[in-house]
């Protein structure tokens, strides 16, 4: 098996999967084992969105990437502006 190595440059200019999906109810997280939803009405404020972001850190398949998009998404998504 060969190793293949990119650079910086071809890492940033390569498609990933988003981990992270909303739609008009949901936020949802993509993992191996199945989706994760969260009802938008569950993450529409500055403190519910922090709660989550708690409760999902804990989740070993959760990485700071997709709480950085489930931040984003939701703070979107509630007219909440943020530096994310």
Known sequence: MEIQVKTIKELMEMNFEPKVKCDEDYITLLNDHGNYDIEFSRCNNP??????????????????????????????????KIGV
């Not at 519910?48 to 997709?66: C, E, G, P, Y």
């Open 47 to 80: 403190v519910s969105i922090l709660a989550w972001v708690s409760h999902l850190s804990k989740k070993i398949w959760v990485d700071t990437q997709m709480l950085k998009e489930f931040v984003r998404i939701a703070s979107n998504k509630a007219n909440i």
